[in-house]
Each structure stands twice: as C-alpha cells, then as structure tokens.
C-alpha cells in the first residue's frame, strides 16, 4: 500500500523561482488537503479539495495554487517562491471530512527558499 | 471559528512516570477531536480520536466538554514515546485544524 506519496522529498528553491510539489494518493479518498508546518506554529491548511474539479482555500493560501484533476493527484503550485515559503509541507487524505478514519498523511516535503 | 491549543512546546518526563499533554480547544458546536503523532523520521499519523474511547500503545484522552479539554494521558511512559503530539479538532468546516504540538520526550 503506497497510501499517500509526495515528491520531492527536499527541495531549495531562490527567491521568484516556481514549483510544482506532488501528491498522490492510491486509496480512492475523495478529500484531498496541503497542510504547511512551520516550527512551534502547528499545521495550517493551505487548500483542499472535496474531489476531482473542486478546490477550496484553506487558511494560508497566498502565494499557493492547486488542481484537482483527477481523484489520486492535487499537486501544489508556488509561483513565486519567497523566503516565507521556507517549511514542510505535507499532503493528506481522508475518504471522509477526517471523521472516523482520520488523515493520511505523506511523509512531507522539505522546502527552502533562499 | 475553531482552534486548537496546545499549552506545552516541550514536555520531558522520566520513564515510567505517568504524562499528561494538554489540549484545549474552542468551538462552539459539538466538536470531533484526535491525538496525532509524529516520531522521528516518520509521517504524521492518527493515535486516536474521541468518538473511538480506544486506549493506543496505553495512551487514553478523555472529552471534557465543560472545560473544553481533550488531554492525552498515559500512566507509564516508554522511550518509544518520545515523539512530538498534535491535538486536533474536526468542526462545522469538515477540516482538521490542528494545534501547535508538544515535542514529547521520555528520559531513561
């Protein structure tokens, strides 16, 4: 079982450079979301996605954008990388609203934007 | 509007001492809260979540609606649990909000 696969892994971006950070997910969920963590702040919700064609913001969607294309795939686009981009960022999962089952979680991406 | 606090950053005990993470939340409707958990090197993952009443790898968390509290609790820590802890709340958005964590760490 893959589950929830991000790529890639580590990433330095400089500053105006774009991005594509990838999420898939090989479980059928329906519910799609890109969380960022920074240290001692948390996990703060970027976009997420309800199922294929439909995206929503989260609470910190400056400077990001997404699609939903198909069911497995909601990758993450930074246009314009700036310094305050610099965090982990993870994609998740969930068949429903994150009742009973919870997230799946992807092992992060480490991004850094110098 | 939901949130999720997490009063602890750091939160070290002795092996075999019983823990306590704390976890307020504020909402106003009847809330969907779970413990979840990092260790090391691993991803994000569900340790439990209220409407379960389940105890995992001896840890429980209770609901307390009148102090809006869901602490996670475990009699005897274990070095394995060391690991950092997010409470979270599942609300009227069907979004996972999370707290800030408490980095959990177990001295032999």
Not at chain 1, 11 to 30: P, Y
Not at chain 1, 65 to 85: G, M
Request: with cysteine; net charge positive; hydrophobic share 30%.
């Amino acid at each position: 079982n893959a589950g929830v696969t991000q790529t890639p892994k580590f990433r330095i971006l400089k500053i105006g450079q774009s991005m594509t950070l990838q999420c898939t997910q090989d479980m059928n969920h329906n519910y799609m979301y890109w969380y960022r963590q920074d240290p001692g702040m948390g996990l703060k919700l970027i976009y997420y996605s309800v199922g294929a064609g439909i995206t929503d913001k989260g609470e910190v969607p400056n400077g990001y954008n997404v699609s939903r294309s198909t069911t497995e795939d909601f990758p993450l686009r930074l246009e314009l990388a700036a310094p305050s981009q610099t965090s982990v960022y993870f994609c998740a999962s969930s068949y429903s609203t994150g009742t009973l089952e919870g997230y799946t979680f992807g092992s992060g991406t480490r991004l850094t934007v110098v | 509007a939901q949130r999720v606090t997490q009063p602890e950053k750091l939160l070290s005990v002795f092996k075999g001492a019983p823990v306590e993470l704390k976890c307020n939340y504020s909402y106003s409707g009847s809330p969907e809260l779970f413990w979840y958990v990092q260790y090391s090197r691993q991803r994000l993952q569900l340790l439990l979540r209220h409407i379960s009443r389940e105890s995992i790898k001896g840890f429980t968390a209770d609901l307390n609606k009148g102090e809006t509290s869901f602490h996670l609790k475990k009699p005897f820590a274990q070095e394995e649990d060391s690991a950092m802890y997010y409470c979270a709340l599942s609300g009227s958005a069907r979004q996972l909000t999370f707290g800030s964590g408490t980095q959990l760490t177990v001295l032999p």
